[in-house]
């Protein structure tokens, strides 16, 4: 049972990327890459505040006017919106120029090597080859903890995203702490392990015992929209989790790019511990291997 479901998961997972493209070219990954990589690792060790922004920064990029590198190219990140990212701005930009990359890629990239940092986190596509801009997007068009739910879903919902996407990426929060939402409360964690990408997020934004909890969290976890998604994770139902997450943030990723002139880079990224616990609950097979090598790599 657990095998057919994943199963089908997949092959949606595999219909909903083939409908809408992604398909970046398989040539192989630019060299540069391999060298970024372990800077980055060494920055995301332990799942800390570093890897947190790294993994805000592409919302921050891309819901405006697409995945662009205007966040850190222009006065995007030090807007009141981006409140909390200056630190990690600062360093995505450095690191741009040190290695001369696009800085739209490179926040993409660093955001794909954190969720792997982070213990039990997902393995997400890493696509390389956007164009930057170094025109700022229009102020206030990144959706607030405390605008109405109804505008944060419509905001999404202009870049191709239902509100089950929506909560599915919502599961970044399982490693976030706030500081700005609450200053007289900065510092707290919007869950009970904010270094572990579990499903605890989840369940304790619905009963109210997180430590902190965002006012989109709670509407969304309580929106007649959304609340049945948020629910199904709730309960701990990781591998549906898994792929809904994986699926929404491949394509937000790549919002405004033409994908299919992207390479893809992901092989490169380490594969997360949820891969591994995945492989071990299938069997150790050589087929059993292989698809849950798909199921991330898709």
């Known amino acids: 049972m657990y095998t057919s479901a994943l199963a089908s998961s997949l092959l949606i997972l595999v219909s909903t990327t083939s409908a809408l493209s992604l398909l970046p070219r398989t040539d192989s990954c630019p ?111 990144i959706p607030g903890s405390r605008d109405s739910i109804s505008s944060i879903l419509d905001k999404f919902k202009a870049k191709g995203f239902s509100g089950d996407d929506v909560v599915a990426l919502m599961g970044t929060h399982s490693v976030a702490v706030q500081v700005n939402d609450d200053p007289a409360q900065a510092g707290k964690s919007l869950d009970s392990t904010p270094s572990i990408y579990d499903l605890k997020f989840y369940q304790e934004t619905l009963d109210g015992t997180a430590p902190y909890t965002l006012q989109s969290d709670r509407g969304l976890a309580n929106n007649t929209e959304t609340q049945k998604k948020w629910k199904e994770f709730a309960d701990g139902d990781t ?60």
């Open 239 to 298: 591998s549906a989790w898994i792929t809904a997450f994986t699926d929404a943030w491949n394509r937000f990723a790549v919002i405004g790019n033409d994908v299919g002139s992207l390479q893809d880079c992901s092989g490169i990224i380490p594969s997360g511990a949820s891969e591994r616990r995945l492989a071990k609950r299938l069997g150790s097979s050589a087929a059993a291997r292989a698809f849950v090598r798909r199921l991330y790599d898709s």
């Open 31 to 141: 060299k540069v890459w391999s060298t970024v990589l372990p800077e980055l690792q060494i920055a995301f060790a332990g799942c800390g505040r570093d890897a947190h922004g790294a993994i805000r920064a592409p919302f921050h990029d891309c819901i405006n006017n697409g995945c662009d590198g205007s966040l850190i190219l222009t006065d995007e990140c030090s807007r009141a919106e981006s409140a909390g990212l200056s630190d990690i701005c600062g360093k995505l930009l450095s690191w741009t120029q040190k290695y001369n990359t696009s800085a739209a890629d490179m926040i993409e990239f660093a955001a794909a090597v954190a969720i792997s940092s982070c213990p039990l986190g997902p393995r997400v596509r890493a696509l390389v080859g956007r164009k930057d801009s170094r025109e700022a997007a229009p102020l206030n068009s």
